[in-house]
């Protein structure tokens, strides 16, 4: 089995090669192995022997630069690190790339752990788990270590969170959690972005243990966890992967596509065999033993082009004069087929910021493989308007409609992410235009119209409550804003907004097709007024209106498909949300009359800055023989 192992990391297809690589104890003793393909000797040193740097010196096993020993009276939790000899320079001590634990920050050693037999109880979830084409995905984004910490200022535990984030998630009502980066990472202030250990659970928050609990509670309570992971790039600390060997290893030895300048990072080498095994590894193992639910790739533009913030002039180029990095291409595509085949219902998501089509197109069609993509350029343009001044927004209209054009040429996750809501960007609440209540009431809005877009849904934390002041890591949320009234209005809309999401199967069923969606009217830009209708596949439907701007809108009217007594249930200008209606709209009864293409109108009062929902609460016969598109609806509403 070793020689398989070794054979198929070398070959770059080794998805497992964490069982092979890195440390593994046995019966009072421990083995190492290390890829280091250009050292000239390799030691191992830690607690074992106090540190001393030559006691135990591996053995290279193969022409391909493996090192092995055993050491005896090893135990767990003892740290270690890797003298590594190059033939030139310093001697380097190096972390272990495969280190499945390790010493908190400030120390950078890594930790001999026992992975250990994990009594999960997830089960059922595992068994019923499905990527969630058809169903609702809304995600509530956490930075652990920012979302509470405790009254000395520290960080809860993995196991801690248990009692704190899931309770809060369920009674926001969001699907799942996505987690920035816990792979391990030495700089609280990089999020986790900047990563030194790809296979290792970050101990700020405990043991790789404690981190499967978390998981295993997460799925009991009916949520999925979602892990950020950064496979484009890695730190330049002395003791990570970093010239690993005293030469380009883990990335690119080309200075032209070697380094990130932007985030002072180097990039993997997608062409080295090994360093592929190591990747495809690195994702594999947080799905095959935390039992993850999807992972969130970052930063994939920069993987894909070598011109990724770098001009033509200093950019390396493919074999046929692009700019496109083949090498990385062709190892998202191979990732996302080995886990769409092997970990079926995992979701693999791109945070993709480029123009470029086929993110989430199968590998066949030429096509990356993705099940969904980060709508960019849906977020720049939504949120641009809406920190507009209202006077000017019927000019700068198309930020809202624009996406109509292209909402299905890939399958689309809507995220407000922290990315959003931090250095200099203000917080979401902070970005809407206006007084304290027009922000609020703007925000409402926003959230209602993301919700009733097509395409899946994530907000980072804090933004569901209005926290007004940007997100700063080093701190907890503005938990007290709560004590706000206007606030506790905010998250308790958010967390009924969540809850209608998932009641209405329109909202989420058809999220890749024209046929989930009906234009109303896009082109009423004087008024800043946008509607449309969601339908799902048995005929249910809802009608979305959103008006933009601060004016009420009385005997307000749209054309309609279906003839019948409609009823509003949503309005984001009701009293409970922080609004000034003390109840929705009457029912109201369509009425006959050519509207543009339709036979039917409904007639009502649109709040200011409000978005506003109805239902069919019982159809009508119309009296007038209807267009085929009308007739199209009733016959989709029965």
Same mark, same amino acid.
């Given at each position: 089995?070793?020689?398989?192992?070794?054979?198929?990391?070398?070959?770059?297809?080794?998805?497992?090669?964490?069982?092979?690589?890195?440390?593994?104890?046995?019966?009072?003793?421990?083995?190492?192995?290390?890829?280091?393909?250009?050292?000239?000797?390799?030691? =191992?040193?830690?607690?074992?022997?106090?540190?001393?740097?030559?006691?135990?010196?591996?053995?290279?096993?193969?022409?391909?630069?493996?090192?092995?020993? $055993?050491?005896?009276?090893?135990?767990?939790?003892?740290?270690?690190?890797?003298?590594? =000899?190059?033939?030139?320079?310093?001697?380097?001590?190096?972390?272990?790339?495969?280190?499945?634990?390790?010493?908190?920050?400030?120390?950078?050693?890594?930790?001999?752990?026992?992975?250990?037999?994990?009594?999960?109880?997830?089960?059922?979830?595992?068994?019923?788990?499905?990527?969630?084409?058809?169903?609702?995905?809304?995600?509530?984004?956490?930075?652990?270590?920012?979302?509470?910490?405790?009254?000395?200022?520290?960080?809860?535990?993995?196991?801690?969170?248990?009692?704190?984030?899931?309770?809060? =998630?369920?009674?926001?009502?969001?699907?799942?959690?996505?987690?920035?980066?816990?792979?391990?990472?030495?700089?609280?202030?990089?999020?986790?972005? #900047?990563?030194?250990?790809?296979?290792?659970?970050?101990?700020?928050?405990?043991?790789? *243990?404690?981190?499967?609990?978390?998981?295993?509670?997460?799925?009991?309570?009916?949520?999925?966890?979602?892990?950020?992971?950064?496979?484009?790039?890695?730190?330049?600390?002395?003791?990570?992967?970093?010239?690993?060997?005293?030469?380009?290893?883990?990335?690119?030895?080309?200075?032209?596509?070697?380094?990130?300048? @932007?985030?002072?990072?180097?990039?993997?080498?997608?062409?080295?065999?090994?360093? =592929?095994?190591?990747?495809?590894?690195?994702?594999?193992?947080?799905?095959?033993?935390?039992?993850?639910?999807?992972?969130?790739?970052?930063?994939?533009?920069?993987?894909?082009?070598?011109?990724?913030?770098?001009? *033509?002039?200093?950019?390396?180029?493919?074999?046929? @004069?692009?700019?496109?990095?083949?090498?990385?291409?062709?190892?998202?595509?191979?990732?996302?087929?080995?886990?769409?085949?092997?970990?079926? @219902?995992?979701?693999?998501?791109?945070?993709?910021?480029?123009?470029?089509?086929?993110?989430?197109?199968?590998?066949?069609?030429?096509?990356?493989?993705?099940?969904?993509?980060?709508?960019?350029?849906?977020?720049?343009?939504?949120?641009?308007?809406?920190?507009?001044?209202?006077?000017?927004?019927?000019?700068?209209?198309?930020?809202?409609?624009?996406?109509?054009?292209?909402?299905?040429?890939?399958?689309?996750?809507?995220?407000?992410?922290?990315?959003?809501?931090?250095?200099?960007?203000?917080?979401?609440?902070?970005?809407?235009?206006?007084?304290?209540?027009?922000?609020?009431?703007?925000?409402?809005?926003?959230?209602?119209?993301?919700?009733?877009?097509? @395409?899946?849904?994530?907000?980072?934390?804090?933004?569901?409550?209005?926290?007004?002041?940007?997100?700063?890591?080093?701190?907890?949320?503005?938990?007290?804003?709560?004590?706000?009234?206007?606030?506790?209005?905010?998250?308790?809309?958010?967390?009924?907004?969540?809850?209608?999401?998932?009641?209405?199967?329109?909202?989420? *069923?058809?999220?890749?097709?024209?046929?989930?969606?009906?234009?109303?009217?896009?082109?009423?830009?004087?008024?800043?007024?946008?509607?449309?209708?969601?339908?799902?596949?048995?005929?249910?439907?809802?009608?979305?209106?959103?008006?933009?701007?601060?004016?009420?809108?009385?005997?307000?009217?749209?054309?309609?498909?279906?003839?019948?007594?409609?009823?509003?249930?949503?309005?984001?200008?009701?009293? #409970?949300?922080?609004?000034?209606?003390?109840?929705?709209?009457?029912?109201?009864?369509?009425?006959?009359?050519?509207?543009?293409?339709?036979?039917?109108?409904?007639?009502?009062?649109?709040?200011?800055?409000?978005?506003?929902?109805?239902?069919?609460?019982?159809?009508?016969?119309? $009296?007038?023989?209807?267009?085929?598109?009308?007739?199209?609806?009733?016959?989709? *509403?029965?």
């Amino acid at each position: 089995m070793q020689q398989l192992a070794e054979y198929l990391f070398h070959e770059g297809r080794n998805f497992h090669s964490y069982d092979f690589l890195g440390s593994f104890l046995g019966d009072n003793e421990c083995t190492f192995r290390v890829w280091a393909p250009n050292a000239k000797e390799v030691y =191992v040193t830690g607690d074992f022997c106090e540190w001393r740097p030559t006691d135990y010196k591996m053995e290279r096993i193969n022409q391909n630069g493996i090192y092995e020993i $055993t050491i005896p009276n090893v135990k767990e939790y003892d740290a270690y690190k890797y003298v590594i =000899v190059p033939h030139h320079g310093d001697w380097l001590w190096k972390a272990d790339p495969y280190a499945r634990h390790a010493e908190t920050r400030p120390k950078t050693a890594s930790k001999v752990y026992d992975f250990p037999e994990f009594q999960w109880s997830d089960e059922k979830w595992m068994k019923q788990r499905t990527v969630p084409f058809q169903l609702p995905l809304n995600i509530y984004e956490v930075e652990l270590g920012s979302f509470k910490k405790k009254e000395n200022g520290d960080p809860y535990s993995y196991r801690e969170l248990v009692d704190i984030l899931i309770p809060y =998630v369920k009674e926001m009502n969001y699907t799942h959690i996505e987690l920035l980066p816990i792979t391990e990472y030495p700089y609280d202030k990089s999020w986790g972005y #900047q990563v030194t250990g790809f296979f290792a659970a970050t101990s700020r928050f405990g043991t790789p *243990e404690d981190f499967m609990y978390f998981v295993d509670e997460c799925h009991k309570a009916g949520i999925g966890i979602i892990l950020d992971w950064v496979p484009g790039h890695f730190t330049k600390d002395a003791f990570g992967l970093y010239e690993f060997d005293g030469t380009p290893c883990y990335e690119y030895g080309d200075p032209r596509i070697q380094e990130h300048k @932007g985030w002072g990072t180097r990039a993997f080498d997608y062409g080295k065999t090994e360093v =592929v095994s190591f990747l495809y590894s690195s994702a594999v193992f947080w799905l095959e033993k935390f039992h993850i639910d999807g992972l969130r790739v970052d930063a994939v533009s920069s993987m894909l082009f070598y011109n990724y913030c770098r001009s *033509e002039e200093e950019s390396a180029r493919n074999i046929y @004069g692009g700019f496109e990095n083949l090498e990385a291409i062709r190892f998202i595509q191979s990732l996302n087929d080995y886990v769409r085949n092997e970990y079926p @219902g995992v979701m693999m998501i791109a945070e993709e910021s480029s123009s470029g089509t086929k993110i989430t197109g199968m590998k066949e069609m030429g096509g990356l493989g993705f099940d969904y993509k980060w709508n960019m350029g849906w977020m720049n343009d939504i949120l641009r308007f809406y920190e507009e001044d209202p006077i000017y927004r019927k000019y700068d209209f198309n930020l809202v409609t624009f996406s109509f054009m292209y909402i299905f040429n890939e399958n689309y996750l809507l995220p407000f992410s922290h990315d959003e809501v931090v250095h200099g960007k203000k917080s979401m609440m902070h970005k809407m235009w206006g007084d304290r209540y027009n922000q609020f009431a703007g925000l409402r809005n926003l959230y209602t119209y993301q919700i009733c877009h097509p @395409g899946k849904k994530l907000l980072f934390m804090g933004s569901e409550f209005g926290q007004f002041l940007e997100w700063k890591s080093e701190e907890q949320l503005e938990w007290s804003n709560l004590e706000d009234p206007m606030n506790a209005k905010m998250k308790y809309f958010t967390s009924q907004l969540n809850q209608l999401y998932k009641d209405h199967r329109c909202l989420w *069923e058809i999220d890749t097709s024209y046929d989930g969606i009906e234009i109303i009217d896009a082109d009423n830009r004087d008024q800043s007024v946008l509607s449309f209708i969601r339908k799902g596949k048995k005929g249910e439907m809802l009608v979305c209106v959103f008006n933009m701007a601060p004016v009420e809108r009385p005997d307000f009217t749209i054309g309609l498909p279906v003839a019948g007594i409609y009823e509003e249930i949503w309005n984001t200008e009701l009293e #409970q949300w922080g609004g000034v209606w003390k109840e929705h709209n009457q029912t109201v009864q369509t009425q006959e009359g050519l509207w543009k293409d339709y036979e039917q109108t409904l007639t009502f009062t649109l709040p200011a800055m409000g978005a506003s929902i109805w239902k069919i609460k019982r159809r009508l016969k119309p $009296t007038k023989k209807e267009s085929n598109k009308c007739q199209k609806g009733v016959e989709n *509403e029965e």
